[in-house]
């Protein structure tokens, strides 16, 4: 197949200084380094009766988010950790993601229902390093796509 639109302009490359991750109410997590959310999606294989290929079909799927944070102070992420851990009752979040395009557009996502999930740094410092703090969640609600990156400017 021949390429017809030619190379992008790389003057819209997105880098990791343009994503951004807001809690529930808008407010920008500032210490955030880094985030990531996956889906991994879980089919069940289906062949009909007289077809030679097998199918795939949908069984479940998990969303995760898993962000960096630079210590710079405690925060209410960690306070909600510890609540958790003296009471028994799991947190309930809300994050938003956000990716701005160099032409003005924006990706936005949101995710409700995030829980830790996994492996979460109370405390690890390394000599000569900055401090970070890793988490690991699950996103217990579908995710929402609020608006995509454009192409042109906006």
């Known amino acids: ?7 992008q ?3 819209f490359a997105v880098t990791g200084k343009d994503g951004v991750i807001y809690d529930g ?3 920008m997590l500032a210490t955030v ?3 990531q959310v996956q889906v991994n999606v879980t089919n069940a294989t289906y062949q009909p009766l007289g077809d030679a290929q097998e199918h795939s079909v949908l069984q479940s799927y998990k969303v995760t988010l898993t962000m960096s944070q630079v210590i710079v ?3 209410d992420l960690i306070t909600d950790v510890f609540d958790m851990m003296h009471s028994g009752q799991q947190p309930d979040w809300t994050f938003q993601g956000v990716v701005y395009g160099r032409n003005g557009s924006t990706q936005r996502m949101n995710y409700r229902g995030v829980v830790p999930d ?3 740094d109370l ?14 969640m699950a996103v217990n609600d579908p ?11 906006a």
């Open 1 to 7: 197949m021949y390429n017809n639109r030619g190379p």
């Open 9 to 11: 302009d790389t003057r």
């Open 25 to 27: 109410n808008g407010k």
């Open 33 to 35: 380094e880094s985030y």
């Open 73 to 75: 102070e405690d925060d």
């Open 118 to 120: 996994g492996n979460i």
């Open 123 to 136: 405390q690890n410092v390394s000599i000569g390093d900055i401090i970070k703090r890793a988490w690991n």
């Open 143 to 153: 995710p929402e796509l609020q608006s995509m990156l454009a192409l042109n400017a």
